[in-house]
């Protein structure tokens, strides 16, 4: 009787872990829904966090570039676009890979420019200004603003820091004596240049971001 009752208790048991993990396991695998979901940390890089309210701007860039491809592959059925697999990769999955490598390549530069005390020229304000106001309108436009969940003071904080990264990258090629592009975040030369620091992409939140239908209906 005592051992019968030992097999239940242990079944029991296994039964309720298989439970709990596939309850985490489905955690995992549940889209995010972004608006709600601002603060949750996707990538750290150098002790800054990067939440998803810092990668916004990233989403709606990324996503209205491959939109423009999709909708001159297919402008009936611009899904069939993102859903299509290229390079060992879905389209939607790379472009959510180029969305966070352009967000850690600008704060990697723009942490830089900080320590360097590099500032904006006047002219480089005002044209950041006029920038911010253009990418704004734009996602007005659709009010994408809503899908993402975000105010304008958070676009334009994500646009300054691109604003200093550029710039830094631009000083950093000149000082080694090598093109502006060498440092972009696709190149083999800046990915070498990453991999020298403390960064990491929270996958079980980022790989999680339903990419392509953020901003846009699918």
């Known amino acids: 009787m005592k051992k019968r009752l030992c097999i239940t208790f242990i079944l029991v048991a296994t039964l309720v872990c298989l439970v709990v993990y596939s309850g985490r396991q489905g955690d995992k695998r549940r889209k995010i829904v972004y608006s709600q979901s601002l603060n949750l940390v996707a990538a750290q890089i150098n002790g800054e966090d990067l ?9 709606a860039y990324e996503e209205n570039q491959v939109e423009q491809q999709a909708l001159a592959y297919n402008c009936e059925d611009t899904s069939r676009y993102w859903n299509m697999r290229t390079d060992h990769t879905y389209i939607r999955i ?4 180029a969305a966070i490598q352009m967000a850690l390549h600008d704060e990697l530069f723009y942490q830089m420019a900080q320590q360097e005390e590099i500032r904006l020229s006047e002219q480089e304000e005002e044209l950041l200004a006029t920038s911010v106001a253009d990418f704004w309108a734009d996602l007005t436009d659709d009010e994408k603003e809503n899908m993402l969940g975000i105010e304008y003071e958070d676009i334009a904080e994500s646009m300054e820091k691109m604003a200093y990264a ?11 004596n090598t093109e502006y592009e060498t440092y972009d975040f696709s190149t083999d030369t800046y990915a070498a240049m990453l991999e020298e620091q403390d960064y990491k992409i929270y996958e ?3 790989g999680r971001v339903d990419f392509g239908n953020v901003t846009l209906v699918h």
Do not use: C, E, G, P
């Open 204 to 206: 079980d939140v980022w």
């Open 94 to 97: 790379a472009a959510r890979n």
């Open 51 to 59: 939440t998803l309210r810092d990668l916004a701007f990233y989403v």
């Open 166 to 176: 550029q710039k830094m990258q631009f000083i950093y090629s000149q000082l080694n």
